[in-house]
């Protein structure tokens, strides 16, 4: 029922879902949740982050502009709860909820992690991003209840069905 991907690579893991929802869409998979697009990075590899809320938008940026000579979070808290809160309306009758990370602010108990688990609580498969920082909080949060899945689409559209059809539906 929770899936996970961690690609080693800074925004590999973004790259990967955004193709893996475009490739389940097209496969006819009825998708909520979100995925991460990164814009240019400055001269310090500072991108704009951005999300895509599934199925088919809008993009909301989730990044904040504290300066030049900020080394703090980045992140619009607000703007995130915002895309939870449409990425939660658009659960029923999905087929799979997918989310980009789970990042510090689900390790915190915030952000995407009380949908994750309604997700799972009614029987729909999830596919997240983990990325080595937080991969403790999260296997703190799933137990032994997540898959680490290869970054191959094919085989996570097979994952999906046959969880799919052995679960039952409760949304």
Same mark, same amino acid.
């Given at each position: 029922?929770?899936? =996970?991907? &961690?690609?080693?690579?800074?925004?590999?893991?973004?790259?990967?879902?955004?193709?893996?929802?475009?490739?389940?869409? *097209?496969? /006819?998979?009825?998708?909520?949740?979100?995925? &991460?697009?990164?814009?240019? !990075?400055?001269?310090? %590899?500072? $991108?704009?982050?951005?999300?895509?809320?599934? +199925?088919?938008?809008? !993009?909301?940026?989730?990044? &904040? $502009?504290?300066?030049?000579? !900020?080394?703090? $979070?980045?992140?619009?808290?607000?703007?995130?709860?915002?895309?939870?809160?449409? #990425? *939660? /309306?658009?659960? &029923?009758?999905?087929?799979?909820?997918?989310?980009?990370?789970?990042?510090?602010?689900?390790?915190?108990?915030?952000? =995407?992690? !009380?949908?994750?688990?309604? @997700?799972? /609580? *009614?029987?729909? +498969?999830?596919?997240?991003?983990?990325?080595?920082?937080?991969?403790?909080? =999260?296997?703190?949060? *799933? %137990?032994?209840? @997540?898959?680490?899945? #290869?970054?191959?689409?094919?085989?996570?559209?097979?994952?999906?069905?046959?969880? @799919?059809?052995?679960? +039952?539906?409760?949304?």
């Amino acid at each position: 029922m929770l899936g =996970f991907v &961690q690609l080693a690579e800074r925004g590999a893991n973004d790259l990967f879902l955004g193709a893996l929802a475009a490739s389940l869409t *097209a496969a /006819g998979w009825r998708l909520a949740g979100a995925v &991460q697009v990164n814009g240019a !990075s400055d001269a310090r %590899g500072v $991108c704009d982050m951005d999300l895509t809320l599934l +199925p088919d938008g809008p !993009s909301i940026s989730i990044s &904040q $502009c504290l300066g030049v000579h !900020s080394t703090g $979070c980045r992140l619009d808290t607000a703007a995130l709860e915002e895309a939870v809160a449409v #990425s *939660a /309306g658009r659960l &029923q009758g999905a087929d799979v909820l997918i989310v980009n990370k789970f990042g510090k602010h689900e390790a915190e108990g915030r952000g =995407f992690r !009380s949908l994750i688990a309604e @997700a799972m /609580g *009614a029987g729909v +498969p999830v596919v997240v991003g983990v990325n080595r920082q937080n991969r403790q909080a =999260f296997e703190a949060f *799933a %137990g032994d209840l @997540a898959t680490e899945l #290869s970054a191959e689409p094919d085989r996570i559209a097979d994952w999906l069905g046959s969880r @799919a059809r052995a679960l +039952p539906r409760a949304v």
